[in-house]
């Protein structure tokens, strides 16, 4: 099975961008969470999706927001870009199968955001 | 609130040496801990994930072992290889935040392995 993709790998804009990251899970696997991670603050949890559905959310601001298509690839757009944005953008997937703790969360190569 | 703290954050030992890398979270009220290990500049790769129920998995090389009551968890590496040489990152998704697919991280280990 192919991995976790994600495009591009690298993007460079400007303050005042706008930005729009993309997703495609592991075949099968329909949970999509998105993660931004930055020398300072580490890996944090922005949102997850599941059936087109945001299912979770992490605290950081509504210029961040996602979605998901019906075939569970997933979009991150981030509005009125801040230097602050600049990081390594990670999506993961999983089965996540109801009830179960077992929902293991394989990951992306990342996209990495630089915001001048 | 989840906190999740890995200690020490740069451990450097020679080759074959055996080595425990440790992680400790607040809440223990978990789905399960996950470890992950990344090398610069590229994403996580899943190591080992522990269930809320399970005390430890084995895969290869890699021990890892969960005590929930002392929300503590470690990774045990057998024999260490200079291709060992990466960052650790332990994860656990809290219970109390939404599920099993929020994960909080620790920020990692840096582990280097010298020939």
């Known amino acids: 099975k192919a991995g976790v993709t994600q495009t591009p790998r690298y993007l460079i804009k400007t303050r005042g961008q706008q930005v729009t990251l993309s997703c495609s899970p592991i075949s099968g696997h329909r949970s999509v969470s998105w993660y931004q991670q930055t020398p300072g603050q580490g890996l944090q949890f922005l949102f997850e999706y599941f059936s087109e559905t945001q299912r979770n959310k992490g605290n950081f601001p509504g210029r961040f927001s996602g979605r998901q298509f019906s075939n569970s690839r997933s979009e991150m757009n981030v509005s009125t870009l801040e230097l602050g944005d600049s990081a390594l953008y990670l999506c993961a997937s999983s089965l996540r199968e109801s009830g179960s703790s077992y929902n293991e969360q394989f990951f992306g190569p990342g996209t990495r955001l630089t915001v001048l | 609130k989840q906190e999740v703290t890995q200690i020490p954050a740069a451990l450097s030992v020679p080759e074959g040496e055996n080595l425990v890398l440790n992680c400790s979270f607040t809440?223990?009220?978990?789905?399960?801990l996950q470890w992950f290990r990344q090398d610069p500049g590229k994403g996580l790769t899943s190591l080992l994930l522990?269930?809320?129920?399970?005390r430890e998995q084995t895969s290869g090389r890699l021990n890892a072992s969960l005590d929930k009551s002392s929300g503590r968890s470690t990774l045990y590496i057998a024999a260490s290889q200079p291709g060992d040489s990466a960052t650790y990152l332990c994860a656990s998704s809290p219970l109390t935040q939404g599920g099993s697919e929020k994960l909080v991280f620790g920020k990692g280990t840096k582990l280097t392995v010298n020939p």
């Open positions: 522990i269930q809320s129920s399970q």
């Open positions: 809440d223990s009220a978990i789905y399960n």
